[in-house]
């Protein structure tokens, strides 16, 4: 007979401390896709490996990458591993480029929601939540893409009262996901993963857990036929 998810887990579980499997299964249960981000065509590596760092950190399923102009490389150093446990789905110009990205996140129900550093846009305590947020964060340079300013759901920005115009991406990031995520928790009560998404993801964290899990598990399905 063909093994199921569930069979897989269970026996899985058996080849991994306590400790481990609670951990996972606390950060498992702190999951979310109702919040994403878009990061458009940066050309500072560093930027993008410390937003992963933080997009992980809060709790966030995935990510996407837009590198139509710049190829954007992990790096272990300053993501610190977040890319073994955070989807990242790369949009260049073999495969849609920036198109490709938002026609795919607006028929999964995303609002595309662009950062933008000047006022009268919402901030992180008026954007509308109730339903998933894609925060487009553009190009050091120039940020978000006019084209992508003019087309998006909503624009937000940061307020500041100092005279330098804008934070830093990575830490315009860290200030923007840590309030969304908080109001996430306390106004929308299914924020968490569905759960066969949670089931998956924790069948994939286990195996990217467990020592030769791929043996192990070729075993486990040879003796089930038998």
């Not at 299914?190 to 195996?207: C, G, I, R, S, T």
Request: charged content about 20%; overall charge neutral.
């Amino acid at each position: 007979m063909n093994t199921t998810r569930r069979e897989h887990i269970a026996f899985l579980e058996q080849h991994i401390s306590a400790q481990r499997l609670h951990k996972l299964k606390q950060v498992l249960a702190q999951r979310t896709r109702k919040l994403t981000v878009v990061l458009e065509n940066l050309y500072h590596p560093e930027n993008g490996n410390a937003v992963l760092r933080s997009v992980e950190c809060f709790g966030l399923q995935e990510m996407h990458v837009i590198q139509e102009l710049y190829d954007w490389k992990y790096s272990l150093k300053i993501a610190r591993g977040a890319a073994k446990w955070t989807e990242l789905h790369a949009y260049g110009k073999e495969n849609g480029g920036a198109a490709s990205c938002y026609s795919a996140l607006k028929a999964r129900g995303y609002q595309l929601v662009a950062t933008d550093p000047q006022p009268g846009s919402c901030t992180a305590e008026n954007l509308d939540l109730s339903k998933p947020v894609a925060l487009i964060f553009g190009t050091e340079s120039t940020g978000v893409a006019p084209q992508i300013l003019a087309m998006a759901d909503a624009r937000i920005h940061i307020p500041m009262v100092g005279f330098t115009e804008s934070f830093n991406i990575s830490v315009s990031a860290g200030i923007l996901l840590a309030q969304l995520r908080q109001r996430l928790e306390r106004e929308q009560p299914q924020w968490q993963l569905e759960v066969a998404d949670a089931e998956a993801l924790y069948e994939d964290w286990l195996l990217k857990s467990v020592r030769h899990a791929d043996a192990l598990v070729r075993a486990f399905e040879a003796g089930q036929t038998r």
